[in-house]
């Protein structure tokens, strides 16, 4: 018996395995992190393998249409389906999310929020109880980031009252003290015992930033 040559698959397994792979392309998954990452990154790419992914490299305050990787999930007419962890990675603030979910529902395609278990379309129709918790998160978030940059600006109030933050001129360092002031917030998710990637997430600074405040504190 002769060795089989790509050309005697039978016709219809090679549709199916077209299909299969038109599929895969179809389905994006998108992903933030902070700081570059080459174990993080390889490990993601290994995870969703059978998604085309989406990574980008930026701080959180960057809003979604900006971010090379975001812009690129825009504009790519491909995508029929994209799946996020959570939805602040959709966006900086409440109206960033909700333009991003509305170009989304624009062109059909269907958002997958994994720590909701939620799809945004059912059935081709809007799914309202992803719309519902949608909004109500967004404006938690939105809540929560505001009342971070109120509690430094506090802080920041209440070194200059003490005579300990004066500002910085170009090109020179920070103080201990002047630094503390500025991440109060920092510190106060550090003390609640939050990791600190998880501080770096919930007070939308870098991880870089959040282990300089940890080893200021110690």
């Known amino acids: ?31 933030r992190i902070d700081i570059p990452d080459q ?14 992914l989406y990574l980008d490299i930026c701080n959180g305050s960057v809003p979604f249409h900006e971010r090379p990787k975001g ?16 939805i602040d990675r959709l966006g900086r603030n409440l109206l960033d999310i909700l333009t991003t979910l509305q170009h989304f529902d624009n062109r059909g395609i269907i958002l997958k929020v994994d720590d909701l278990g939620l799809e945004s379309l ?4 809007p799914n309202p109880t992803f719309k519902l918790i949608v909004n109500v998160l967004a ?9 971070l940059q109120e ?26 003290e002047e630094i503390l002031a500025k991440y109060t ?16 997430k919930l007070c939308n600074v870098s991880l870089g930033t959040v282990q300089k405040v940890k080893a200021l504190i110690k």
């Open 1 to 31: 018996m002769g060795h089989r040559t790509v050309f005697d698959v039978p016709t219809p397994f090679l549709l199916r395995y077209s299909q299969i792979t038109k599929d895969i392309s179809m389905n994006a998954r998108y992903i």
């Open 39 to 52: 174990q993080m990154e390889h490990w993601l790419h290994n995870k969703y393998c059978h998604e085309k």
């Open 71 to 86: 812009k690129e999930l825009l504009e790519d007419n491909s995508i029929t389906y994209v799946s996020v962890r959570a």
């Open 122 to 125: 059912v059935v081709g129709k």
């Open 139 to 147: 404006n938690i978030a939105q809540m929560e980031r505001r009342n």
């Open 151 to 176: 509690r430094q600006r506090e802080g920041i109030e209440l070194a200059k009252a003490k005579g300990v933050y004066k500002g910085r001129k170009k090109g020179s360092k920070e103080s201990k």
């Open 185 to 200: 917030h920092v510190i106060k998710r550090l003390r609640e015992g939050h990791t600190l990637r998880n501080a770096s």
